[in-house]
Nanobody, 115 residues
């Protein structure tokens, strides 16, 4: 079974930056893809961005385009979510997902953006 562990969340002021990490227990090159999701308070989970291959540009939800960036380090079996110009509406729990024949999720990391 694949295990994913997110880290890097915290409290930041609007306009600030954070980088989240997701460490995977298996070789991520063997996964079909990985993604970051978030769940804002009292809202449904939202897909933030997807990365499927080192050679394909990640795709993002419109609300984070130009501010968020997903990257990967295959040697560390880790993907990252770099978040810049954070806004209060970016507040939520951020989850990492990976999939092959099954979908696997991390436990999430909390991001809070103050105005």
């Amino acid at each position: 079974q694949v295990h994913l562990v997110e880290s890097g969340g915290g409290l930041v002021q609007a306009g600030g930056s954070l980088t989240l990490s997701c460490v995977v227990s298996v070789n991520i090159t063997n996964l079909y893809g990985m993604a970051w999701h978030r769940r804002a308070p009292e809202k449904q989970r939202e897909l933030v961005g997807v990365i499927t291959s080192p050679t394909i540009t990640p795709d993002y939800v419109d609300s984070v385009k130009g501010r968020f960036s997903i990257s990967r380090d295959d040697k560390k079996n880790t993907i990252y979510l770099s978040m810049n110009n954070l806004k209060p509406e970016d507040t939520g729990i951020y989850y990492c997902e990976g999939w092959d024949e099954q979908k696997c999720w991390g436990q999430g990391t909390q991001v809070a953006v103050s105005s």
